[in-house]
Nanobody, 115 residues
Framework: QVQVLESGGGLAQPGGSLRLSCTAS????????IMWSRQAPGKQREFVAT???????NYADSVRGRFTISRDDARSTVYLQMNSLKVEDTAVYYC?????????WGQGTQVTVSA
């Protein structure tokens, strides 16, 4: 059974940084594409970033240049480095793992950006 776990959320000040991690067990991690999405209160879930099996990342316009997605297949982990955080980045961030075993989601990690 594939399990996905996000971590690294918390409280940051505007302009600050956080690094989120997504780990997955029960699957050959390197065979999966990974996507981060987020959902703010009262809003629909939106795409943030994705990384393919070859390590190429794509970003939403709202985070491009501020967020960086990377992967360490030896640790079965994908990272989302978030810099220059804005209040509007406040949301629950979810990790999605998609590959030969199927499509799996984590429970999310809360990111709050506030002065």
């Amino acid at each position: 059974q594939v399990q996905v776990l996000e971590s690294g959320g918390g409280l940051a000040q505007p302009g600050g940084s956080l690094r989120l991690s997504c780990t997955a067990s029960g699957t050959i991690f390197s065979r999966n594409g990974i996507m981060w999405s987020r959902q703010a209160p009262g809003k629909q879930r939106e795409f943030v970033a994705t990384i393919g099996t070859l390590g190429h990342g794509n970003y939403a316009d709202s985070v491009r240049g501020r967020f960086t997605i990377s992967r360490d297949d030896a640790r079965s982990t994908v990272y989302l480095q978030m810099n220059s955080l804005k209040v509007e980045d406040t949301a629950v961030y979810y990790c999605n793992v998609t590959g030969p075993d199927g499509d799996f989601w984590g429970q999310g990690t809360q990111v709050t950006v506030s002065a």
